[in-house]
């Protein structure tokens, strides 16, 4: 199996950027497509981007796109998630996922087989 540990979160101003990271360890990350998710209070968990085994093919929440880019270093065994533009809307804990799915719909959550604890994103207005 794979452990996550992302970080990088924090409290922002609205229109500010923040970038997180999510690191890996255990077996061969390029193994694994790697997903970003989000979870607001109240809220069901959300995707919010995701990206091949080899970083080929990106994928984006329509509300994301444009604002935020994920990226992945398999060197470092490390995905990444640039936003910017940040709105008090994306306030949330933002999850990293990891998945050994083929041909599976990666904006979907139940398609990950592994995740990590979470790191708090706070923007404020």
């Known amino acids: 199996q794979v452990q996550l540990v992302e970080s990088g979160g924090g409290s922002v101003q609205a229109g500010g950027s923040l970038s997180l990271s999510c690191a890996a360890s255990?077996?061969?990350?390029?193994?694994?497509?790697m997903g970003w998710f989000r979870q607001a209070p109240g809220k069901e968990r959300e995707f919010v981007a995701a990206?091949?085994?080899?970083?080929?093919?990106?994928y984006y929440a329509d509300s994301e796109k444009g604002r935020f880019t994920i990226s992945r270093d398999n060197g470092k065994n490390t995905v990444y998630l640039r936003m910017s533009s940040l709105a008090p809307e994306d306030t949330a804990v933002y999850y990293c996922?990891?998945?050994?799915?083929?041909?599976?719909?990666?904006?979907?959550?139940?398609?990950?087989?592994?995740w990590g604890q979470g790191t708090q994103v706070t923007v404020s207005s």
């Open positions: 996922a990891a998945t050994t799915g083929v041909g599976i719909n990666l904006k979907a959550d139940h398609e990950y087989d592994y």
């Open positions: 255990g077996r061969t990350f390029s193994n694994y497509a």
């Open positions: 990206i091949s085994r080899r970083g080929i093919s990106t």
